[in-house]
């Protein structure tokens, strides 16, 4: 059996007290269910998390940093198998080199009508990954945690219709949206956790302004 490391198997014992970002509560129906791959490794420069760059032709969420992830379909059996064959799609993940140690309360994306399980897996068996899907997926990224809960990286993002959100600055990207509020629910209640300055503001740049950010309520 494949050990765990002891600071993710506590986040996982903490991933359902990850309080659900305002306005990303799910109807009571309807929403298309899909999932996404929060994929934590062990890398040169320490505990990291896979993170990918949509691609900026893409129908959706274009050029934003993303965890791997799609829709759920029939044969993937839930969110675990879809979160699981979409990282495979995209980056050239092994599936057979992750263990899944749990999954986040579902969150809901209004623009894309999407309803998301956010899969948690531990990297055992790492491997090389990368733009497997050039359509879909510019970039793959291995973020240190290290970097990601440096307050020197993180900021408060404001959004044209006024809500304002977590946001990081890291490996040249600007994550934010979903996969921003997902990473900051997350290392509030990790062993990683440091004090940041939440009062540092910045406008959502005019290049991703028009990536139609989720509409959340204030």
Not at 118 to 137: F, I, K, L, N, Y
Not at 182 to 198: H, I, K, N, Q, T
Request: hydrophobic share 40%; net charge negative; with cysteine.
């Amino acid at each position: 059996m494949t050990q765990v490391p002891v600071w993710l198997d506590r986040l996982a014992g903490r991933a359902a007290r990850v309080p659900v970002p305002l306005g990303m509560h799910p109807p009571s129906a309807g929403g298309r269910p899909a999932a996404v791959l929060t994929l934590f490794g062990e890398g040169a420069h320490g505990p990291d998390v896979l993170l990918i760059q949509r691609s900026s032709r893409g129908r959706t969420h274009a050029g934003q940093p993303a965890f791997p992830g799609g829709g759920v379909d029939p044969e993937d059996g839930g969110a675990i198998g879809a979160a699981l064959r979409e990282a495979q799609e995209e980056t050239g993940l092994d599936p057979g080199g992750v263990t899944v140690v749990g999954t986040l309360p579902e969150l809901y994306i209004g623009h894309s009508d999407n309803r998301v399980t956010p899969v948690m897996g531990w990297w055992h068996t790492p491997c090389a990954v990368h733009a497997a899907s050039p359509d879909e997926v510019e970039s793959v990224e291995r973020v240190p945690i290290a970097e990601l809960v440096d307050p020197g990286n993180r900021m408060t993002l404001r959004y044209p219709g006024g809500y304002a959100g977590p946001a990081f600055s890291v490996r040249g990207m600007l994550v934010w949206g979903f996969t921003a509020n997902v990473l900051d629910g997350l290392l509030e209640v990790s062993d990683f956790a440091r004090p940041w300055d939440r009062s540092r503001h910045i406008d959502l740049p005019p290049e991703a302004a028009g990536r139609r950010p989720p509409k959340l309520a204030r």
